[in-house]
T-cell receptor
Framework: EAGVAQSPRYKIIEKRQSVAFWCNPI?????LYWYQQILGQGPKLLIQ????????DSQLPKDRFSAERLKGVDSTLKIQPAKLEDSAVYLC???????????FGPGTRLTVL | GQQLNQSPQSMFIQEGEDVSMNCTSS?????WLWYKQDPGEGPVLLIA?????ELTSNGRLTAQFGITRKDSFLNISASIPSDVGIYFC?????????????FGEGTQLTVNP
């Protein structure tokens, strides 16, 4: 069974630029999560989708971050404009349902200069 | 918000030694999970705990869900070089492993052959 796919794996941008990350969850998984992991810290949940609806986005900085999962399958996370403190690994995870075990992708490492 | 205190931050041990790490919180969690993260990869679930007082083993790993529901520990017996990595505890606010997770800061484990 294929795991959670993420792209790109690495991205370097300058501050105030925009960036987008893509995630394709495990086939059939209804729940999708985006996490931010700053170096030396544990992952922090940004947003959780159940199919194409948002379940929890209470920790998403909505002034600059947005995410969508239009068809309830793959998802895109966008940052516009990026700040230096956005440098982190962005992890996508999926689970069969909101009660199921979360499986993580390899992450996208973002560096903002 | 909820916070987890994970200790120790790092450990340097010899192959064959046993390892113990723990997480504490001022908040009650309904589930406790332990993940391992290798460089450049997302976290992988090792053990999930669902009931206060529960003691669960997975091979050389043993974890316990504290009676107060505010703490958990993970033991690794007879460590081997491939145990190297960062171990994260995570507290779940729901009653399943798929519920909203709060992660600890991680324990970096180094095993010397």
């Amino acid at each position: 069974e294929a795991g959670v796919a993420q792209s790109p794996r690495y991205k370097i941008i300058e501050k105030r630029q925009s960036v987008a990350f893509w995630c394709n969850p495990i086939s059939g998984h209804a729940t999708l999560y985006w996490y931010q992991q700053i170096l030396g810290q544990g992952p922090k949940l940004l947003i959780q989708f159940q199919n194409n609806g948002v379940v929890d986005d209470s920790q998403l900085p909505k002034d600059r971050f947005s995410a969508e999962r239009l068809k309830g399958v793959d998802s895109t996370l966008k940052i516009q404009p990026a700040k230096l403190e956005d440098s982190a690994v962005y992890l996508c995870a999926s689970s069969l349902s909101y009660t199921g075990t979360q499986f993580f992708g390899p992450g996208t490492r973002l560096t903002v200069l | 918000g909820q916070q987890l205190n994970q200790s120790p931050q790092s450990m340097f041990i010899q192959e064959g030694e046993d390892v113990s790490m723990n997480c504490t919180s001022s908040s009650i969690f309904n589930t406790w999970l332990w993940y391992k993260q290798d460089p450049g990869e997302g976290p992988v679930l090792l053990i999930a705990l669902y009931k206060a007082g529960e003691l669960t083993s997975n091979g050389r790993l043993t974890a316990q869900f504290g009676i107060t529901r505010k703490d958990s520990f993970l033991n690794i017996s007879a460590s081997i070089p491939s145990d190297v990595g960062i171990y994260f505890c995570a507290g779940g606010s729901g009653e399943t492993s798929g519920s909203r997770l709060t992660f600890g800061e991680g324990t970096q484990l180094t095993v010397n052959p």
